[in-house]
């Protein structure tokens, strides 16, 4: 393959990476905000027959969204959000191939005497430990704490940027905590949510009623997630700032430091 053919194969995939990225962030806030906005109003008219729908304005109309609590049309109608997921995380996996893994920059001597093999196989087990992890503490006593599961898996972010930063290089080691929150995103999608939601549209259609913990998990795996998107969207755009990132002595100080930056982000962006 050519140097310009390389660089058109490059130039595609990433486009359609941030275009599927785009997708699916902004539909996971969107729901998330509604979500938001429905529980406001359940607190503010509980019992006063108020308002039960969210209005809205955009382009050039109004909007109603009503929350139910029961299926009114069949199954197959249901509109489902989950391949903006998937493609992300495949174009991302691709861009990670075809930018490191293929190339010299997934290793760096001066940071430890690793093959390239060795780099790639410290890269993979990462994200499926990552997942893993967090999959195990959200199941654990400790995921029904907010501010313990945040201080935990804080530090465990610290402790993951702090080993890749000692066997990988700079980059490769941002971009790899960038793609293990992408894969803990997108496996919540496929793994948690679908799963949840699945059971719950299957109880609806047959007239029975559906344990309410499946829509609690769902809903807490897509908070989580509106909280990682940020962080990932940071490290996504590190490589263009090595002196200040990854370059930095104080490398995967920084980089814990953008993680809590991005969830206060996106604590804000959830209350507006």
Do not use: C
Not at 58 to 66: I, K
Request: aromatic residues 14%; charged residues 15%; glycine residues 12%.
């Amino acid at each position: 393959m050519t140097f310009s053919m390389r660089e058109w194969v490059h130039l595609a995939v990433r486009w359609f990476h941030v275009f599927a990225g785009i997708m699916w962030v902004g539909q996971t806030y969107y729901f998330t905000w509604l979500d938001g906005q429905f529980g406001k109003l359940e607190q503010a008219d509980a019992g006063t027959g108020g308002p039960s729908a969210v209005w809205m304005v955009h382009s050039g109309g109004f909007y109603t969204v009503e929350k139910q609590k029961s299926l009114g049309v069949r199954p197959e109608l249901v509109h489902w959000f989950r391949w903006e997921a998937m493609m992300t995380w495949l174009s991302g996996m691709v861009l990670l191939f075809l930018v490191y893994y293929f190339t010299g920059g997934l290793v760096d001597s001066d940071v430890a005497n690793i093959s390239q093999a060795a780099g790639i196989a410290i890269g993979l087990v990462a994200l499926a430990a990552g997942w893993h992890i967090y999959d195990g503490l959200v199941r654990s006593p400790l995921g029904k704490s907010e501010s313990q599961f945040a201080a935990v898996s804080l530090l465990l972010t610290a402790a993951a940027a702090w080993g890749l930063t000692h066997v990988l290089s700079g980059r490769a080691a941002y971009i790899h905590v960038g793609a293990m929150y992408g894969t803990i995103m997108t496996a919540n999608v496929w793994f948690r949510i679908l799963p949840a939601q699945r059971k719950m549209i299957a109880a609806a259609a047959a007239g029975e009623k559906f344990d309410t913990a499946l829509g609690a998990q769902a809903k807490l795996r897509s908070k989580h997630n509106t909280f990682m998107a940020v962080p990932v969207v940071f490290l996504m755009i590190s490589n263009h700032f090595p002196v200040g990132t990854y370059g930095n002595r104080y490398g995967w100080e920084i980089l814990s430091g953008l993680v809590l930056a991005g969830w206060g982000a996106a604590k804000l962006i959830r209350r507006a």
